[in-house]
């Protein structure tokens, strides 16, 4: 009994030696050096590991940020300048400070302005039904509608919104990793300056059909009548294939191509007041008010008719009854 | 027993409800709407402006490169725009669109041309003539002729394969063809024969077309070295690689081509046009268009114009049933389904395909349940479900080295799934993908 | 049009076949064995089968409606298979209350969590039954014999299978001779006359069935024909060197769980590999692990075990038996 005892824990021992000294061996052998300013650079970085600044990692960025002499190009944009600047003073580079940026959705063809005219039928992601055709709307150039931007946030910083049939970009939580630009296969999604209070101006359309065609496929899509490119004094309206395209550089946010676009498809967020999608949301309450509104003038006139056809009998009965008193 | 090529394949209900319905020649339509990308490769670039005035057979736009093709005006009238117009790859595509002349009697006249046997062009001149008057792939795949016959000098080459095999479900457009012009068609082999210095030349015919093979059996009775061969009917033999594998035997090398065997393959209806062509000087602006479907009044088989909008087809044979859910440009096997009836006929239309309600709905995709069956009607030898799989993962590395670019797409596998998984669609996706990758590698 | 055309990716048209069409093509190929059970145990065949069914049905939906919160697919008709098969292995004398646990056993733990249908990697039914076979022996191999009126239940002391006569024979020194006489006759077991679990009675009820899906193409012959060639073989070898320590071939394939294993458990779709090549591997392994057990082991039958052992191969099959790629081998002479 204690022999099985002894030879058993002797042999366990001798096996936990003969495997420590294996693993040192083989330790000393095969020791990689590593530059220990990567492990540092990488504690510093958000370790989203969401490949927006161009590497597969935070850690192959931090490779990249230790080996490259001029950083100036590389960015992290969830970070954004704090992590930087932390990063350049740790390995004392020049990092170039870079605005803010935040994901926009430049289509508003929600399922009631932008009639679907087919129906798709298959695997419901966006790359696939793009492959197969143009959409089950008319509009070849708008949002599928089938959520590969949300699937590939790591943020859950987007979620499509069941009414209008489009993904929605919270802003706040968007660290504008842009990959939801690149799993559009539509291009739908675009990274603008996030400016202050999150201002932001810019066209909601991408259709290049000519007005009328993108008319009739959408209600709010670009006809390309550039009005908004003649009254902007800044010069940063271009129109390219019957589409503008605000550049955000020159835009000083004035907001006066949003007044005067005829199917109000630039958008303008977070402005007081005025919200872009109110706009399209009023004018469909306004059509409605009128249309309401017209119905009850035209009941009350048919009542008005009524009562006077009424009024008529009523007269010519009483003329009828008392046939003296008017003589 | 029949030839026919050894592993997967699959048996659709054939529905070949016009095979006996002889071609029609369709009414002139007021507008025609050509697409300059009709052909695998670099669109045409268009040669003509708005208010040209174009004549029957002129060309319209010039081949835009090594694989690219000419396109000739299908009718005599004047351009009246250059537009985009959804086409059958279901997005606006730059389209020539021309006002046929009503006054203009060569628009109306029917040419019935004579058999022409004695063959007077070089072979260069052949190729170069069939590079001129625009002739593509007609099966479908409109893989630009002449580049298929520029055979590098020292390419071994010993047999021309016909493809008559039409193994799509519902389509009748090659059959009656072979039926009018066998003649013709023997002609168009001969023509080819020489242009290639071929000794050989098989046509092959799958066994539903019975009354095909005797006419071709009794003509070549008179010709040396043209062969016909009876295939047993299987989906899809008319594959390139499956034909050639059928009949001779040999197996195309992965991703290789017919050419790699020492074999060129030539639809029929190529084959009649490269007849015409040659022998009488018409380039290609019309091709045999089988319009059908079961709820259709009456389906038929139809020469029609290059860009006749499918309305016009549509009108001819009676309007859209009630309750028509899908339109398909091809067959149901690998057609396209169109977006709407104002797509035009291009070189690769071999059929339009009206669906009703309750065949157009996919059924819901469910689990794979692992039946394998997909594996035993792969044709080439791939694990669809694999391969789906792979590329919903986007692994596609691992998804190229299983194989997938050697996908041919016949869609078998998606056709006989009984969890109706769309496995070709994921696979093409990955397909997509992983050429994309290779492409960037390089 | 009052509906929108449809446009999707080709092929526009499918085969009539489906998954539920799949399944009940098996439930339709179990009915004749059922129907012979049915006269042989009486009324308790009916009641083992219904208790198992019901409760793999309900199982499926509780766990699917409240603990998974998934999309409920009782209606598929894979619960209700593997409640049958569940049934087909369990002798007919057995409480309720076990057949109820094997159930949970079988859909909770040999399918749901692995994630439902198609994601299991061992038979559900071969899971549960093998689950209450190895925590209640005793009940689990107490063989009823046949009734007299098919509306008693069957009387719960009886005799045991074939199987297990030859091998309590085999291990008190018997020969095969002395034993042949306490064992049915070949005829009686193709008809059913004889002991064991619900399922396993007939070998014609079980082979019409097993035939019927092959018409069907439901399953192709690779697997059970392997499977039971290789029992044959194997047994066939040891049976013609010692004829006195070994029972022959028929009585092994005509006995126990073979049939049944061979056409409806082996075969099930989710658990078998994908290729007939594949096929054939998992089929020769699972008739020489059975034939192992059989003669060397120490439960008198093995089909069971020898499935499952083999279901666990099948990922590595599927890796390594891959369909032959066209065009993988050029040899071509041109002329």
């Known amino acids: 009994m204690t022999d099985s005892v002894l030879y058993s824990v002797l042999l366990l021992t001798s096996l936990g030696v003969i495997a420590a000294v294996v693993l040192y061996i083989v330790s000393k052998k095969f020791y990689v050096y590593e530059n220990p300013l990567i492990a540092e650079v990488d504690e510093i970085l958000p370790g989203a590991n969401c490949a927006g600044c161009g590497s597969p990692g935070c850690k192959s960025f931090a490779e990249k940020l230790v080996n490259t002499e001029d950083i100036s190009d590389l960015f992290c944009p969830v970070g954004g300048n704090d992590v930087m600047k932390q990063v350049a003073a740790l390995l004392g580079k020049e990092v170039a400070e870079k605005a803010p940026t935040v994901a926009v959705v430049r289509c508003q063809g929600a399922c009631d302005v932008r009639p679907k005219t087919t129906e798709y039928q298959g695997p419901r992601t966006c790359a696939i039904s793009a492959m197969v055709y143009s959409g089950e709307t008319d509009c070849q150039y708008g949002c599928l509608g089938d959520g590969d931007c949300v699937a590939v946030c790591d943020f859950d910083a987007m979620y499509m919104d069941e009414k209008t049939g489009l993904p929605v970009i919270d802003t706040d939580k968007c660290t504008s990793c842009g990959a939801c630009v690149k799993a559009c296969p539509r291009d739908i999604i675009e990274m603008r300056p996030k400016n202050k209070r999150d201002l932001k101006v810019f066209v909601g359309c991408l259709n290049e059909d000519k007005g009328g065609i993108a008319k009739k496929s959408c209600e709010v899509a670009c006809i390309g009548c550039s009005k908004c490119e003649d009254v902007c004094t800044k010069g940063a309206i271009t129109m390219h294939n019957n589409l503008a395209y605000i550049d955000a550089d020159l835009c000083t946010l004035c907001r006066k191509c949003v007044d005067v676009c005829p199917t109000h498809s630039i958008i303008a967020t977070n402005f007081p007041q005025k919200k872009p999608k109110k706009v399209v949301v009023k004018k469909i309450i306004e059509k409605a008010v009128e249309k309401v509104e017209a119905e009850k003038v035209k009941a009350e006139k048919t009542e008005v008719e009524k009562v006077a056809v009424v009024k008529k009998e009523i007269v010519a009965k009483v003329k009828l009854e008392n046939p003296k008193t008017d003589a | 027993m029949l030839k026919t090529f050894p592993k997967g394949g699959i048996h659709p209900p054939e529905n070949k409800i016009t095979s006996s319905i002889g071609i029609k020649r369709m009414t002139v339509p007021k507008v025609v709407n050509v697409p300059i990308a009709q052909h695998i490769g670099i669109p045409a670039e268009i040669v003509v402006d708005r208010k040209d005035k174009v004549e029957i057979g002129q060309i319209i736009a010039k081949s835009g490169g090594f694989v690219s093709s000419n396109i000739h005006s299908p009718v005599a009238g004047t351009v009246t725009k250059i537009d985009q117009i959804i086409d059958t790859s279901g997005y606006k595509k730059q389209c020539i669109v021309i006002r046929t002349d009503a006054k203009n009697e060569a628009n109306f006249e029917e040419v019935t041309y004579p058999l022409l046997k004695e063959i007077k062009l070089e072979p260069k001149e052949i190729i170069q003539r069939i590079s001129d008057f625009g002739i593509v792939g007609l099966g479908g795949a409109t893989f630009p002729s002449q580049v298929k016959l520029n055979v590098k000098e020292g390419t071994k080459l010993d047999c021309l394969i016909i493809n008559g095999v039409e193994c799509e ?54 010709e040396d070295g043209i062969q016909v061969a009876a295939l047993q009917v299987k989906y899809p033999q008319g594959g390139e690689k499956q034909l050639v594998k059928a009949i001779l035997g040999r197996e195309v090398p992965k991703n290789g081509l017919p050419l790699d065997v020492g074999v060129i393959v030539h639809n029929v209806g190529t084959i009649f046009a490269i007849y015409e062509a040659i022998q009488h000087t018409k380039p290609l602006t019309e091709r045999v268009v089988t ?19 499918i309305k016009d087809l549509i009108a001819e044979v009676g309007g859209l ?10 067959g149901p096997m690998m057609g396209k389904a169109i977006k709407n009836t104002d797509v035009p006929v291009t070189k690769g239309t071999s059929g339009i395909l009206v669906i009703s309600e309750d065949e157009a709905s996919r059924g819901k995709s469910e689990n794979c349940i692992r039946c394998g069956e997909c594996v035993s009607v792969c044709p080439m030898g791939l694990e669809p479900h694999l391969l789906m799989n792979l590329s919903e993962k986007g692994m596609y590395e691992k998804a190229s080295n299983e194989d997938i670019m050697t996908c041919i797409e016949c869609g078998s596998c998606s056709y006989v799934c009984p969890s109706n998984r769309p496995l070709l669609d994921y696979i093409r996706f990955g397909k997509n993908i992983v050429k994309k990758l290779q492409t960037s590698k390089n | 049009m009052s509906q929108p055309i449809i446009v999707s990716a080709s092929p526009h048209v499918h085969s009539d076949r489906t998954s539920k069409k799949l399944m009940y093509d098996v439930v339709i190929a179990l009915i004749p064995a059922f129907l012979v059970s049915l006269y042989v145990f009486g009324i308790g065949a009916l009641i083992v089968t219904a208790a198992a069914v019901i409760s793999c049905l309900v199982f499926e939906y509780l766990i699917q409606k409240y603990l998974l919160k998934s999309e409920i697919t009782v209606g598929d008709g894979s619960a209700l298979i593997t409640g049958i098969l569940l049934a087909f292995n369990l002798p007919s004398g057995i409480p309720i209350w076990m057949i109820v646990v094997g159930s949970l056993v079988a859909i909770g733990i040999g399918k749901l969590s692995f994630g439902g249908l198609g994601f299991n990697i061992f038979n559900p039914a071969l899971v549960g039954r093998v ?28 005799g045991a299978t074939p199987l297990g006569v030859i091998k309590e024979g085999l291990m008190f020194g018997e020969t095969m001779s002395e034993i042949g006489s306490r064992i ?19 070998a014609i009820a079980l082979l019409i069935g097993g035939i019927y899906l092959i018409i069907r193409k439901v399953i192709t012959w690779h697997i059970p024909i392997t499977m039971l060639v290789t ?31 061979a056409f409806f458990m082996a075969t099930d779709l989710v658990t078998s590999p994908m290729t007939k090549k594949g096929m054939i591997i ?36 599927n890796t390594y038996f891959k369909p032959r790629r066209f065009g993988s081998k050029i040899k071509v002479k041109i002329v």
Do not use: C
């Open chain 3, 282 to 317: 998992f089929a020769i392994g699972i008739g020489v692990i059975t034939v192992i057990i059989r003669l060397f082991g120490a439960y008198p039958e093995g089909v069971s075990f020898a499935i499952l052992i083999m279901n666990a191969f099948v990922p590595l099959i």
């Open chain 3, 184 to 202: 049915p006759s070949a005829i009686d077991m193709l008809l059913g006359i004889t002991g064991g679990s619900i399922g396993e009675m007939s």
């Open chain 3, 131 to 158: 689950f209450l076979l190895i925590s209640f022996p005793v009940q689990m191999t107490t063989w009823p014999t046949a009734v007299e009126n098919q509306t008693a239940l069957a009387d719960a002391v009886t």
């Open chain 3, 231 to 261: 029992m044959a073989v194997m047994t066939g070898i040891f049976w013609l060197v010692d004829g006195e320590h070994y029972a022959s071939p028929v009585i092994h394939i005509l006995s126990g769980g073979a049939l049944l294993g």
């Open chain 2, 169 to 222: 479900p519902y389509l009748t457009a090659d059959h009656r063809l072979m039926l009018e012009k066998a003649e013709e068609i023997v002609v168009g082999i001969k023509i080819l024969m020489k242009a290639l210095h071929l000794k050989k030349a098989v046509i092959g015919i799958e066994n539903n077309k019975k009354d095909a093979i005797s006419i071709f059996k009794n003509i070549i009775k008179k």
């Open chain 2, 291 to 309: 319009v059908t479907g079961k709820h259709l009044e009456t389906p038929s088989n139809f020469w029609v114009k290059i860009g006749t909008p």
């Open chain 2, 321 to 330: 049933p009630e309750g028509t859910r899908k339109l398909v440009n091809g």
